[in-house]
């Protein structure tokens, strides 16, 4: 399994970014895949998930802002962030867990939301 996230980059309170996770070893109709954040000094905290079943589910704090879609085709998942804040500012990763067992990451790509 190999997840390759990007996208992030530098935005203004108020605007919006697409993160990208593109996915190897993983059938996005098997596999939940998520997105977690980790702001400096504080734990990693999920973000929001992709179900195997094609539902999603979001943390509260990103409820109505963030959407999670995916692609098959492309065996991407997105992460579509609007309205953002500078409590939004992390790295965030793509994660998946197939076999219950072991722990995927993709290398994180850093989004700094400025005041």
């Known amino acids: 399994v190999q997840l390759q996230a990007s996208g992030g980059g530098l935005v203004q309170a108020g605007g919006s970014l697409r993160l990208s996770c593109t996915a190897s070893?993983?059938?996005?109709?098997?596999?939940?895949v998520d997105w977690y954040r980790q702001a400096p000094g504080k734990q990693r905290e999920l973000v929001g998930r992709?179900?195997?079943?094609?539902?999603?589910n979001y943390a509260d704090s990103v409820k109505g802002r963030f959407t999670i879609s995916r692609d098959y085709a492309k065996k991407t998942l997105y992460l579509q962030m609007n309205s953002l804040k500078p409590e939004d500012t992390a790295v965030y990763y793509c994660?998946?867990?197939?076999?219950?067992?072991?722990?995927?990451w993709g290398q994180g790509t850093l989004v700094t939301v400025s005041s």
């Open positions: 070893g993983i059938i996005f109709s098997v596999n939940a």
């Open positions: 992709f179900t195997s079943g094609g539902s999603t």
């Open positions: 994660h998946a867990n197939p076999s219950g067992l072991r722990d995927f």
